[in-house]
């Protein structure tokens, strides 16, 4: 028996959840939480520092970094200046869920 949180082995056979059959865009990235989190923060604010938006979205700075070089590596944030100032892409604004909220305090 696989583990309650165990991904499937296809994503590209999943249903999306609202249940209208259309099966999952195997283009569109897969997020975790803590990326759909500083994918929204970046929409919200544009610009920021790494160590700001790691403090700003609750995460460890140290994981926060590592995700947002993963996002880089995506195209989906980009760095803004040589000082880890980041903000997001459009195709980071695409890959965001619609029903992701925006982010807030």
Sequence with gaps: MPAPDAQPAD?????????????????RPSLTRSDERLLSYLADVGADYQAFVAGNTG????????????LADAGLVERVSGEAVYRITDRGREALREDCPRWSD
């Design 11 to 27: 994503r590209s056979a999943e249903r999306s959840e609202a249940g209208d059959g259309e099966a999952l865009d195997p283009d």
């Design 59 to 70: 995460l460890y700075d140290d994981h926060a970094e590592s995700r947002l070089t993963a």
